[in-house]
Structures are given as structure tokens and as C-alpha cells.
């Protein structure tokens, strides 16, 4: 027997709730906002590039979803709470966050510049956190009405949050921050019916990693190979099997690699 509510709300579907992706302008996040969109969600699209979000949006409406624009940078608290804010003035709920906007700059800790550094720590990793601290008091809010009395939280790790590697130091450190932020905030939450999950994706064909200084990525041309790596619609798809299982049940953490990765 199943703790459900005693009209068995349907969790399948996303009709009636509404969606805030964090970077949503381009790879994980413009795919995690299609997908979301074609089950039925009003997807808030979080981004600094108006322009690609615009675009976005665009092909999100003509597929028949509903799409808004939110410019915003998330990795300090006045832009997190604006990017909440605007997702929810537009509905009045919301019922899903996925935290994606994050950066991968490489390079090695001797002579690194600390403004990358900065960056990452600020968007990876407390970006994630502020988002969810303005989210929270909607989630669960939402988590005690319709349609689904559920409500989902999802942040996007790495691989790198579960295994360090050369020149990725900073980087791992966030990640691996993103994980134990997730699983703190789980059981916080868990017995109010909001579900963290954290998804950690391996080599995904994003630009995420052309980010790093040209001389870097020359350096470290050729010294890992993935095979074939995930695309965004693979890690998308992942995150809509994770948010749609029924409302007893959460899964929480989703590590994810090409199939001929190593690491």
C-alpha cells in the first residue's frame, strides 16, 4: 500500500505545474526544458543570454508547450530569487526546479587564475544553493496541493562529484559540494513529499567544456577519450523518468557515463 493522497494524483504527467530550469539556454538544460515542456509543464527559462533563451522558447512554443523568458544569474542571491520570483508570478506555484547552470573551466591549481575559481564555486555550487533556498517555501507549498502533491527538486552534478582528476580541482570540489548539499536538503524535506535528486552526468556533448582558456583545452587535446558521450536528450530524459515515478517513491541520485568511459 502506497502513501498516497486519497485521489491517487497521476505523476506522469506535468499538466498544471509549473518548471524552473537553470541554464536553460543551451545543452542539459535546453533539453531538460523541451522534455519538460512536452509532458505538459510551464517551463521558466533561466538564463544570462536572452537571446539563446528567446530562441529557446520559440521552439518549445511551436512544439505547442508553454515557455517563458528569465534572464538572471543565479550564482548570487539577488539573481536567484528574481529568476524564483519571475517563475512564479507567472502561474502562482511552482512545482519543479532543475538546477543546471553551472561552467567547467580546466586547468591545472599551479598558476590557476582564481577568478575561475570564483566563478565556478559561486555558479556550481552556491548558485544551486540560493536557488533552492528561494524555491523551497513554493516547492513546498506545492507539494501539499494538486496535481500531483508532490514536488521535485533536481540538481545537476557530474561524474566529478563522485571522482577527482587533474586539473579538474575547483571544479570537483563543487560538484562533490552539490552532492552533499542535495543529500543534507533530502532529508530535510523528504517527509514533506519534495524529492532532491541529483543527477551526475558523465562526458556529455554540451559546450560546456570549450569554456576553458585556449591554451588549456590545447594542452589536454587528446588525453581523454569518452567513445561515443551522452547527448543533452539522454540526461534529459533521465531527469523526466526521475520526476514522474509516483509519489511514494524517489529516486535520488543517478549516476550516468558513456557507455566506454572509464572515469
Same mark, same amino acid.
Given at each position: 500500500m502506497t502513501s498516497q493522497t486519497p485521489d491517487s494524483p497521476s505523476t506522469t504527467g506535468l499538466a498544471g505545474t509549473t518548471a524552473l530550469v537553470t541554464g536553460a539556454s543551451s545543452g542539459i538544460g535546453e533539453a531538460v526544458a523541451g522534455a519538460l515542456a512536452a509532458r505538459g509543464a510551464l517551463v521558466a527559462l533561466a538564463a544570462r543570454r536572452r537571446d539563446r533563451l528567446t530562441q529557446v522558447a520559440e521552439n518549445i512554443r511551436a512544439k505547442g508547450?508553454?515557455?517563458? #523568458? #528569465? /534572464?538572471?544569474?543565479?550564482?548570487?542571491?539577488?539573481?536567484? /530569487?528574481?529568476a524564483v520570483a519571475a517563475a512564479v508570478a507567472e502561474s502562482g506555484r511552482l512545482d519543479i526546479v532543475v538546477n543546471n547552470a553551472g561552467v567547467l573551466l580546466l586547468g591545472p591549481v599551479e598558476d590557476a587564475p582564481t577568478e575561475e575559481w570564483r566563478r565556478m564555486l559561486e555558479l556550481n555550487l +552556491?548558485? #544551486?544553493? +540560493?536557488?533552492?533556498?528561494?524555491?523551497?517555501?513554493?516547492?513546498?507549498?506545492?507539494?501539499?496541493?494538486?496535481?500531483?502533491?508532490?514536488?521535485?527538486?533536481?540538481?545537476?552534478?557530474?561524474?566529478?562529484?563522485?571522482?577527482?582528476?587533474?586539473?579538474?580541482?575547483?571544479?570537483n570540489a563543487a560538484k562533490f559540494g552539490v552532492n552533499a548539499f542535495s543529500e543534507s536538503l533530502r532529508q530535510?524535506?523528504?517527509?514533506?513529499?519534495?524529492?532532491?535528486?541529483?543527477?551526475?552526468?558523465?562526458?556529455?556533448?554540451?559546450?560546456?567544456? +570549450?569554456?576553458?582558456r585556449p591554451e588549456v583545452l590545447q594542452r589536454l587535446a587528446g588525453g581523454f577519450d569518452p567513445g561515443v558521450p551522452l547527448d543533452p536528450a539522454d540526461v534529459a530524459e533521465t531527469i523526466v523518468h526521475v520526476m514522474t515515478r509516483p509519489r511514494h517513491m524517489a529516486v535520488n541520485e543517478v549516476l550516468l557515463r558513456p557507455t566506454e568511459q572509464l572515469d
Open positions: 508547450g508553454a515557455a517563458l #523568458v #528569465v /534572464e538572471a544569474d543565479v550564482s548570487d542571491e539577488p539573481g536567484a /530569487e528574481a +552556491l548558485g #544551486v544553493a +540560493l536557488v533552492s533556498r528561494a524555491a523551497l517555501p513554493h516547492l513546498l507549498r506545492a507539494a501539499g496541493t494538486g496535481p500531483r502533491y508532490v514536488a521535485d527538486l533536481v540538481n545537476i552534478s557530474s561524474v566529478g562529484g563522485r571522482i577527482a582528476t587533474p586539473n579538474t580541482a575547483v571544479y530535510e524535506v523528504a517527509r514533506r513529499h519534495v524529492r532532491v535528486a541529483v543527477i551526475e552526468p558523465g562526458f556529455v556533448a554540451t559546450e560546456l567544456p +570549450l569554456h576553458s
